[in-house]
């Protein structure tokens, strides 16, 4: 499970604004923008859709200039190979709550518990936009339970 764990923390594809050990606030349901929620959810969905057919996701104005640069296609790639014979293929995800840094509210946490085919463990996907609604984070991690 300890490689399981370094594989998967390795992935993490996070602005510095976003880091552990900052003061997290889980947003309410009125709080939180289903437009946020939905543009999060399908950026996920074509990510790994693409990955599970071979290809790499494709970059649009969606993104961070950050976030393109780190997700090149061979990374994406390499990441999905690791994540395919750890867990095997990426099957759904499902909206599970946003959070909200205290000191920096104008970036949305917003996490998704995902199913792949050979594990029963649960399995974060997390997509940060901030302000203008721009992915500036995206990572996949075990689950758990509370952000702080």
């Known amino acids: ?55 790499s996701y494709q970059f649009g104005d969606e993104a961070t200039k950050e976030v393109k640069s780190q997700l090149t296609a061979e990374y994406q790639q390499n990441i999905y190979n690791q994540l395919k014979t750890n867990l095997g293929d990426f099957v759904s995800l499902e909206y599970a709550e946003t959070w909200a840094q205290s000191g920096n509210p104008e970036l949305n946490i917003i996490r998704f518990s995902s199913v792949f085919d050979k594990t029963t463990q649960k399995i974060e996907v997390r997509v940060v936009l901030n302000k203008a609604d721009k992915i500036a984070g995206f990572f996949i991690t075990p689950w758990r339970d509370s952000l702080n």
């Open 1 to 55: 499970m300890k490689i399981l764990h370094f594989l998967l923390a390795s992935q993490c594809i996070l602005l510095s604004a976003v880091s552990t050990g900052q003061d997290l606030r889980k947003l309410t349901d009125q709080e939180t923008e289903q437009s946020k929620i939905t543009m999060a959810e399908k950026f996920a969905s074509e990510y790994f859709a693409a990955l599970k057919n071979g290809s």
